[in-house]
């Protein structure tokens, strides 16, 4: 299919940006990677008065360290979030879970900002800037505010996001010493979108877990934080966690929801399944 007739406009800035948001309101899309917008627009799942580019904008761009926090630009490209020191080093957990992301052809055009942004409750990165605690930097020609990750996603396909606000870029705290990560996900094959998927962090000091935060996704409507298992986890050493005990508290907290494809009760089991391979990966640990 084709799509239906549009505007294009190619922002050189974000006040060009902010523009063309504030003049057209939800009848505008940013035009990011377009590996969601571009399919949407051939099949008219949706139809845009105008469609606004953003790849020039080089407010948007770039990976450097701001603070105590790793900023990654809304632009940056899955690849190029792989292939950066700065990533590996300061946020391990995304660096481990961009090579689950589809597939190459991808993750050469696909951006960090346009994943989230999205919200698609299946990805992988939404349940990282979770499992993070990172802040979303949100700007409008009203002005900047921050949004921590916790309140940006409210659904499926839905956020925080204002009709007139773009996602500059988002920070995120730097791994301390002792930081252990794990990422993982269940597919059917390479590439699929995930039927479960965990990713999770923690702080690790002889062999006491802490801070830990484990954030589901593909099970719900948005990523979901599993506080009643990171409760039965917190302070305690890792190699002296029962796995049954711990996963225990899936069953009173949450009920997953299913799919074309799989069940709430397939998807509960594999996070059970996720939460134990978790577990043993930080008992294995050195921090």
């Known amino acids: 299919m084709k799509p239906r007739a549009f505007e294009y406009v190619r922002a050189a800035s974000l006040q060009d940006v902010f523009a063309v948001l504030d003049s057209h309101g939800d009848e505008a899309k940013v035009l990011a990677g377009g590996q969601s917008l571009v399919p949407a627009l051939n099949l008219r799942l949706a139809a845009p008065e105008v469609v606004v580019d953003v790849n020039a904008v080089e407010d948007l761009h770039g990976i450097a360290l701001a603070g105590d926090s790793l900023r990654i630009g809304a632009m940056s490209?899955?690849?190029e979030v792989a292939a950066s020191e700065l990533v590996?080093?300061?946020a391990p957990l995304i660096a481990r879970a961009i090579p689950f992301i589809a597939h190459p052809a991808i993750r050469n055009r696909g951006t960090f900002g346009g994943s989230l942004?999205?919200?698609d409750p299946a990805s992988e990165l939404p349940a990282c800037a979770l499992a993070l605690q990172a802040v979303f930097n949100l700007s409008s020609s009203a002005g900047a505010?921050?949004?921590?990750?916790e309140d940006f996603f409210v659904g499926t396909y839905a956020t925080a996001l204002e009709p007139n606000e773009v996602l500059v870029s988002v920070?995120?705290?730097l791994a301390?010493?002792?930081a252990v990560t794990f990422f993982d996900e269940v597919v059917r094959r390479r590439g699929d979108y995930a039927m479960a998927g965990l990713a999770a962090c923690a702080g690790w000091s002889g062999g006491i877990l802490s801070n830990l935060r484990l954030a589901f996704f593909a099970v719900s409507d948005m990523p979901y934080l599993a506080k009643g298992v990171m409760a039965q986890a917190e302070g305690k050493a890792a190699d002296s966690l029962d796995p049954e005990t711990v996963c225990a508290a899936l069953d009173t907290d949450f009920a997953p929801q299913e799919d074309l494809t799989t069940s709430g009760a397939a998807k509960l089991h594999l996070m059970?399944?996720?939460?134990?391979?978790a577990l043993a990966a930080f008992a294995g640990a050195e921090g």
């Open 77 to 79: 490209r899955y690849s």
């Open 88 to 90: 590996a080093r300061h």
């Open 117 to 119: 942004c999205n919200a």
């Open 145 to 149: 505010r921050a949004v921590a990750a």
């Open 171 to 173: 920070d995120i705290p």
């Open 176 to 178: 301390g010493d002792g």
């Open 272 to 277: 059970k399944v996720l939460t134990r391979r």
